[in-house]
């Protein structure tokens, strides 16, 4: 009963609770406590944000509320055209503007901060100071130049000499040297071995004045002479100035004409290579000789395998020699012998070239122009063989003669060097191209076949002479027609592929042969058509007592249209070397060539009685003892040109 009355008394009371505002508690009777939370948590969050939230927002709502915009004010600058008095730092551009004048700090001057830098740096550099320093003599200046593997003009026999001192003084600087000299023991040499001979005592006190080195202990020599045979003249090598003499002069003549220098090299290898072990040197070949050597091979295998004997070891090949002849290879020495009882002298063949591996010229005389030794004009480079070898081992080949009428600039030459390649490569090139193939094939038709020079004056006190003089002009024309087909036919098979040529020399070779061969058939023809013209209906005289009539050259073409327009193309390919090649040899041959015109005409004129006389007895003999007296002459010239000592 009291349970009963407890539970009514609770609904009683809640029935009486008074309501407010029209809210309806009777919600909350099923709202649990987590919401209860909830609710309380998120009304107080709102209650912050109200109070904070007009703050951040009030700056932006004040801006948008209290600027109003300006009328825009349209500004005009008036620049005064009188010039400023001011200028540099004292003018006006200099002033600061209005926003660096208002500025709290001023930010970094770059271009300032740069100068000073620079100033501090240049001008007054903190150098930490040096003790001096020791200037290198001229001796181990000019040693340390890198001219190994090249051609190099020393000025004679004695500037040579001294350039092979200063290599002997730069090898010594590295290490102990053996020094081997291999001297020429032909007849041409003689002067140059006394001069060098005469200077050995230079080189080797010149040596000895070396501060930094004991030469007596780390300087060896060797010798060793060469022609057909090779002679050791130390076998052991010395430092004896008066040893080394003594042996050079007891060289003896070698008559015979060989020189075999390769032998001679692998000689001296074989010598002092164990010598040069012993002693942990450094070995130098130092060759003397004015020819290129007869045992290199034909195509230079014995060439091949010094060269591989002497890099293998490190052997450096220097030569002391004489130019190769442009584009042939002989040469020729002015020389004196004897010859029962007199003194003889005149040229002696040698073997001086050719530059290149296989000669590249075309050896054709000069019949118009006045061109006395331009056959043997000098290449300007060592012969091949000799060139190659100094070249492949790092040393120098030293021109000690170069009597050329003609000195070619080193720069512009440089273009036009040589290939030094060996002889396989060099043929195989030859392969790869027709104008190459072309050109030595047509030089080598020149080689085996001399042309000879042509008669161009002729007898005319009547006309029978001159008939009879004409004839036997024109015996050698067929045959000279007949080498210069073949010649041009030659060249013209590779005609084609000159565009295809891959370097200067060999472009400058080309067209210097097609000119030359194209000018030579023109000549010829043009020759004998004149001769045949006159021997038909021979010319009148117009000049009292003229009785001679000789060939000049003429611009006139008169032997057809094909040798016309054969005169052209020469001219084109004569020009081409000239204006493509200039300052070179081929340009020079080229201009001798067009320094007269390729046609001919006559010319009459007097020629003294007494020597005419004596053309017609060389002709027709009248009186016996006069004839026998030119044929003991005759026999006795034949005899000298057999005497003539082999070279």
């Not at 001011?86 to 208002?102: C, P, Q, T």
């Not at 012998?337 to 000669?359: I, K, N, R």
């Not at 050896?363 to 060592?382: F, I, K, R």
Request: some cysteine; aromatic content about 6%.
């Amino acid at each position: 009963m009291s349970t009963i009355q407890a539970t009514s008394t609770s609904t009683d009371a809640a029935a009486a609770l008074p309501e407010e505002d029209g809210a309806d508690w009777s919600v909350v009777d099923f709202v649990p406590a987590w919401g209860m939370s909830a609710l309380v948590h998120v009304a107080f969050i709102l209650i912050v944000a109200t109070i904070s939230l007009p703050e951040i927002l009030s700056p932006e709502l004040n801006l948008t509320s209290i600027i109003e915009p300006e009328e825009i004010r349209q500004e005009v600058y008036e620049i005064d055209s009188a010039p400023t008095e001011n200028l540099g730092s004292k003018s006006l551009m200099n002033v600061m503007g209005e926003s660096a004048a208002v500025a709290q700090h001023r930010g970094l001057d770059n271009h300032v901060e740069k100068v000073r830098q620079l100033e501090n740096d240049l001008v007054s550099p903190r150098v930490p100071q040096l003790e001096a320093l020791a200037m290198p003599n001229e001796a181990e200046m000019l040693g340390s130049i890198d001219l190994n593997g090249t051609t190099e003009h020393a000025g004679g026999t004695d500037g040579a000499v001294d350039r092979i001192t200063l290599e002997i003084a730069s090898s010594l600087r590295q290490r102990k040297t053996l020094p081997v000299w291999i001297f020429d023991e032909s007849g041409s040499m003689e002067k140059r071995r006394d001069r060098i001979v005469e200077r050995f005592e230079s080189i080797y006190r010149q040596l000895g004045l070396m501060d930094d080195i004991d030469t007596r202990g780390a300087l060896q020599t060797g010798l060793i002479g060469f022609g057909k045979d090779v002679h050791v003249l130390l076998e052991e090598p010395t430092n004896d100035i008066d040893a080394l003499t003594t042996a050079v002069k007891s060289l003896t003549l070698d008559e015979t004409g060989a020189e075999n220098v390769s032998t001679a090299i692998a000689k001296a290898i074989k010598v002092y290579g164990p010598v040069r072990k012993k002693l942990k040197a450094n070995m130098m070949i130092i060759i003397v000789t004015d020819e290129r050597g007869d045992d290199f091979g034909k195509d230079y295998e014995g060439l091949e395998e010094v060269v591989k004997r002497c890099t293998r070891d490190g052997i450096r090949v220097y030569c002391i020699g004489n130019t190769s002849v442009f584009g042939r290879e002989k040469g020729v020495v002015y020389h004196k012998w004897m010859f029962e009882g007199q003194e003889e002298e005149g040229y002696l063949e040698v073997d001086q070239g050719p530059e290149t591996p296989l000669a590249e010229g075309l050896q054709l005389p000069y019949w118009a122009a006045n061109a006395s030794g331009l056959e043997q004009m000098s290449s300007g480079y060592g012969p091949y063989a000799l060139s190659r070898l100094c070249t492949e081992t790092g040393g120098i080949f030293f021109i000690a003669d170069d009597t050329a009428r003609m000195k070619w600039d080193a720069q512009i030459m440089r273009q036009y060097a040589p290939d030094y390649r060996p002889g396989v490569e060099y043929r195989r090139q030859l392969q790869g191209n027709l104008a190459k193939q072309s050109l030595i094939g047509a030089a080598q038709l020149a080689v085996t076949e001399p042309v000879p020079n042509i008669q161009l004056s002729f007898q005319a006190n009547n006309d029978n002479i001159l008939r009879e003089q004409i004839t036997e002009a024109q015996k050698p024309l067929a045959v000279l027609d007949y080498f210069f087909e073949r010649v041009h036919t030659a060249l013209e098979a590779g005609e084609k592929h000159r565009d295809k040529l891959d370097s200067d020399r060999w472009r400058a070779s080309y067209d210097l042969a097609m000119g030359r061969v194209l000018a030579m058939r023109v000549r010829a023809f043009g020759y004998n058509a004149v001769l045949a013209e006159m021997k038909i209906s021979p010319k009148k005289f117009e000049k009292s007592g003229s009785n001679q009539w000789v060939l000049k050259p003429s611009a006139e073409i008169n032997a057809g249209a094909n040798v016309r327009r054969m005169n052209d193309k020469a001219l084109e390919y004569l020009n081409r070397v000239v204006d493509e090649h200039p300052g070179t040899p081929w340009a020079f041959l080229a201009k001798i060539e067009l320094s007269e015109p390729l046609g001919w005409e006559w010319e009459e004129r007097t020629m003294p009685v007494a020597a005419m006389v004596a053309q017609v007895d060389r002709n027709t003999p009248q009186f016996a003892a006069e004839e026998e007296l030119r044929q003991q002459q005759r026999e006795r010239q034949r005899k000298v040109e057999a005497s003539k000592p082999k070279l």
